[in-house]
């Protein structure tokens, strides 16, 4: 159902972990998706697992850099979306008023890619395919299916996605302002709200499908997660937010998926 072969620029096609405990994040992810890996070289020694569901690549695991263990950033899920020119689309994120924490660089041959934040720091990965398109299965049992942008400032980043991928947003609950879910042509791919507590800063995290959140989240939690969020009933099922034992903060959802 969900096999890919190419995405169309503005989509929402990847993720990888960077994590304090790269052993224990596989088992987590392995007991509660059936993840296996392929360990892959990365250059300077780094290991980039692939994690795999029925041979499809889902996602990635690696190590947090020391940089950022440094400045104390947690453990964290990276979000990437495809762009047509990664060069192109990063100067333009620029001018547009967002940041480029690490300008266009290749990755082996895998692809390009840049990583930038929104005006309200919000950081998103930008990836210009080579041989590697991203998830090469969504949208089914422990792949991902949904990505979420917390914002401090939700005017200001839809402002900034809009220029930048030429996304549209249909807002939601009361008012059409609790939630925007976000249109890639005409596609769901993704949502933007606004940061629930003071001082929490801006970030994406994504969900991956599970069949039942309820076991889901007693799943994490035998495993050392924390549930977080829910679960929540929303028009298209169920969902969860959680973090694992390291503290990267995810979600799970049930129920209706895309294609």
């Known amino acids: 159902m969900g096999a890919r072969t190419q995405y169309r620029a503005g989509t929402v096609s990847w993720v990888d972990l ?8 596989k088992r987590f992810y392995t007991d509660l998706f059936g993840w296996d890996y392929d360990d892959q070289e990365a250059g300077g020694g780094a290991i980039y697992s692939m994690a795999r569901l029925g041979g499809d690549n889902v996602a990635a695991i690696n190590a947090q850099r020391e940089d950022e263990r440094a400045q104390g950033v947690p453990a964290h899920w990276n979000n990437y979306v495809t762009v ?9 994120a620029g001018e547009l008023g967002g940041a480029v924490y690490a300008e266009p660089f290749d990755v082996l041959t ?26 090469t299965r969504v949208n089914e049992y422990g792949c991902l299916t949904w990505n979420d942008c917390v914002s401090t400032d939700p005017d200001a980043a839809r402002s900034f996605y809009e220029g930048l991928f ?7 609950g009361e008012g059409g302002t609790e939630y925007f879910v976000c249109f890639n042509g005409e596609r769901s791919n993704g949502g ?24 889901a989240k007693s799943r994490i939690e035998s495993l050392g997660g924390t549930s977080l969020i829910g679960p929540q009933e929303i028009p298209a099922g169920r969902f969860l937010v959680a973090s694992d034992p390291q503290g990267a903060m995810f979600g799970v959802t049930e129920g209706e998926l895309d294609d």
């Open 18 to 25: 960077a994590t304090t405990d790269v052993d224990g994040a």
């Open 84 to 92: 047509e020119d990664v060069d192109a689309s990063a100067a333009r």
């Open 110 to 135: 895998a692809g390009r890619m840049a990583v930038i934040a929104d005006p309200a720091g919000a950081v998103l990965c930008l990836w210009q395919a080579g041989d590697n398109i991203g998830a």
């Open 166 to 172: 030429g996304w549209r947003y249909e807002g939601m």
């Open 192 to 215: 933007l709200l606004k940061t629930p507590q003071e001082g929490m800063p801006s970030f994406w995290y994504p969900y991956f499908a599970v069949e039942n959140v309820d076991d």
